[in-house]
């Protein structure tokens, strides 16, 4: 069962656009959820996390927006560009109950372009 | 710092045969994680460990084992390797468990003919 869904599966935009990576859980347990951003041949690194007492994040120009009642949350890339073409992987954990065993999505290629 | 190395980079098994991936870490870091990632699948957790001693299955530990005699060390051993084995491998760590970063290492690609 996939806890965490994970959409579009692929995105192009142009250099200055918008890309907007939509996820949804099903676990109410679920209490963090971080952005994971990875380049080809290299292991995925932290982008930006949110917690459920917050309805947007920002940091730089990325963006997170979570809905709690909805179960989904949302990551936002403004003004892209074409160092931003990865592969973003949202991510969920429970906080409590040990090992930050993270379930994540499916992952969403975005390429940018000029 | 080196932060989270594995060994090897790439590795090609026939089937049945058995090989440990090596994972280490020298951030001091408590937690550690083994995870693979399949093409349209994102990341399965396969095992983690919580400290030196102590370990448990995640989401997809059949045909995989773990141990971890130090903090820095997290070796994954594979059995009898099948074809559904092959994947890219990446450990991971962090230094506290829930709502904490995952540090990534650069994995290794695996395939088992």
């Known amino acids: 069962q996939q806890q965490v869904k994970q959409s579009p599966q692929s995105l192009i935009v142009q250099k200055g656009g918008i890309p907007i990576i939509n996820c949804a859980y099903e676990?109410?347990?679920?209490?963090?959820f971080p952005w994971y951003q990875q380049f080809p041949g290299k292991g995925p690194a932290l982008l930006i996390a949110i917690r459920p007492d917050v309805s947007e994040k920002k940091e730089g120009r990325f963006t997170i927006s979570f809905n709690k009642s909805a179960k989904q949350f949302s990551l936002h890339i403004m003004d892209s560009q074409p160092g931003d073409s990865a592969t973003y992987f949202c991510?969920?954990?429970?906080?409590?109950?040990?090992?930050?065993?993270?379930?994540f999505g499916t992952g969403t290629q975005l390429k940018v372009e000029l | 710092n080196a932060g989270v190395t594995q060994t090897p980079k790439f590795r090609i098994l026939k089937i049945g045969q058995s090989m440990t991936l090596q994972c280490a870490q020298d951030?001091?870091?408590?937690?550690m994680y083994w995870y693979r990632q399949d093409p349209g699948m994102g990341l399965k957790l396969i095992y983690y460990?919580?400290?030196?001693?102590?370990?448990d299955k995640g989401e997809v530990p059949n045909g995989y084992n773990v141990s971890r005699s130090t903090t820095e060390d997290f070796p994954l051993r594979l059995e009898l390797a099948a074809p559904s084995q092959t994947s890219v491998y990446f450990c991971a760590s962090g230094l506290r468990g829930g709502g904490d970063e995952q540090f990534f290492g650069p994995g290794t690609r695996l395939t088992v003919l």
């Open positions: 951030m001091n870091h408590n937690y």
């Open positions: 460990s919580v400290g030196a001693g102590i370990t």
């Open positions: 676990n109410t347990a679920f209490d963090y």
């Open positions: 991510a969920a954990s429970p906080i409590t109950g040990g090992g930050n065993k993270l379930t």
